[in-house]
């Protein structure tokens, strides 16, 4: 199996940290989200322990929330120990109602409303990452009014390009996010945060995309900063004290994906920042790694009911679920590939040659095309989908008003609701 929290009992059952994924689904209604606290524990203390040992004590690690933002992740985040990073005022008042310390919140975005700035300085958000010199202005302005020293960091663009799917590739030098090293940009904003007087520049962000599974892409963008911070030294006389090398650790969707080693992964790029300030005599900066997909992503679990099974003599099968894209808009964006299974008959055969479809009016609402399942599938059975822990909930919408899912949690063998099911009330509630 895809992750090592997914087994199947004698019976045939798909047990998920396990617990029995048909009768979990049986007691909350379906569809459902289930995730593994457990497993996400875990994960929170292999980046929080490996960045310690290698890159030293002052490292530490940032839940990327936009992968997974409800109260109870902030509550797991603060007992971790974990910062984390934001990127609304949505996720950063989540977050502060579940009691999270928001000196250890880094509030990203490429485009933060005056509002927000305000909003997020008020509430006492540790750092900005500041996109772009409008912003840097404005949070400086914002600040002076508020006689406040906001601490920043500048997000930079390294010019890389992850070979990832182009959406998901944000360290290019065209990128939306971000000011260019290439374009002398980067080093113009730096001199601006260096004179604004209600701005606490604490060094540099960059972050290059998405489902990296290799570490050269973390050690090409951490050596081009190295040079930066150095280049920065030799004309500002400015040191950095923190370098933050963002996301976009790879998680397995199916079995062919390879498993990412996070600690080995850290080690090497531990390596290779260490010996880079070396060879610049700069001191070693407190390294941050912002981590959110790898966090959650297989920690997360999609239950659904068939609804109907079409089969078009000559074409093709289709196998409806009382869900969809509203849920998980990720093969309609992405085309992304999800690991799709039959949590009741896992000892069957997959023989019938499918496409797994939605419930919305939209020919794009496909959760995964040309899969296998087992022929004796029948209305009323079970699916579940995999890996869908990171950008499901998240990223879930009201299409069709369509209320959003529950999310369950698993932990220890026990389970508990965590954000409940909306209601059609709830999305009717705003209509006047
Ligand atoms: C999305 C994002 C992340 C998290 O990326 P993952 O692929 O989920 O690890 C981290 N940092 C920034 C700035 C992001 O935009």
Do not use: W
Not at 227 to 237: A, L, V
Not at 312 to 328: E, R, W
Not at 403 to 432: A, S, Y
């Amino acid at each position: 199996m895809i992750c090592k929290n997914l087994t199947v009992d004698e019976r045939g059952i798909l047990l998920f940290a396990g617990q029995d994924t048909v009768s979990l689904l049986r007691t909350y209604g379906s569809p459902l989200y289930l995730m593994d606290e457990d497993l996400i524990r875990e994960r929170c203390r292999t980046y929080r322990e490996a960045m310690k040992e290698y890159f030293g004590q002052d490292a530490l690690p940032l839940y990327a929330s936009k992968a997974a933002s409800f109260k109870e992740i902030y509550r797991i985040m603060k007992e971790e120990q974990m910062g984390i990073d934001v990127v609304s005022c949505g996720e950063i008042i989540t977050a502060h109602e579940a009691g999270f310390p928001l000196e250890q919140a880094y509030f990203h975005s490429n485009n933060k409303t005056d509002a927000d700035i305000a909003y997020a300085i008020e509430k006492g958000v540790g750092y900005f990452v500041v996109d772009n010199e409008d912003e840097l202005y404005a949070i400086e302005d914002i600040a002076a009014k508020k006689n406040h020293s906001q601490k920043i960091l500048l997000r930079l663009t390294p010019g890389i390009d992850t070979h990832t799917y182009e959406a998901v590739n944000t360290g290019k030098v065209d990128s939306k996010f971000g000011s260019a090293i290439e374009t002398g940009q980067a080093e113009a904003i730096t001199a601006l945060a260096l004179s604004l007087s209600h701005i606490d520049l604490r060094g540099f962000h960059c972050h290059v995309g998405s489902q990296v599974f290799d570490s050269d892409t973390f050690i090409r963008s951490s050596e081009i900063m190295m040079e930066f911070i150095g280049k920065i030294r030799e004309k500002y006389g400015y040191t950095a004290k923190e370098l933050d090398l963002g996301g976009g650790y790879g998680v397995r969707y199916l079995e062919t994906d390879p498993e990412l080693d996070i600690a080995a992964n850290i080690a090497e790029v531990a390596k290779a920042v260490k010996s880079q300030a070396a060879a610049l005599d700069l001191p070693m900066p407190a390294i941050r790694l912002e981590p959110g997909r790898s966090i959650v992503a297989d920690s997360g679990m999609t239950l659904y009911t068939i609804g109907t099974i079409k089969k078009i003599p000559g074409y093709k099968n289709y196998i409806s679920v009382d869900g969809g894209m509203s849920d998980n808009p990720r093969y309609a964006l992405y085309g992304s590939e999800y690991t799709v299974v039959a949590p009741d008959r896992m000892k069957e055969e997959c023989d019938f040659p499918c496409s797994l479809v939605g419930r919305c009016c939209e020919s794009g609402d496909i959760i995964q095309e040309n899969i296998t399942l087992p022929a004796s599938l029948k209305r009323g059975d079970p699916i579940a989908v995999l890996t869908t822990g990171a950008y499901n909930f998240s990223m879930a919408s009201n299409y069709n008003r369509i209320p959003r899912l529950p999310i369950v949690m698993l932990k220890g063998g026990t389970h508990r609701l965590v954000v409940k099911r909306e209601t059609i009330e709830d999305v009717m509630q705003n209509d006047l």
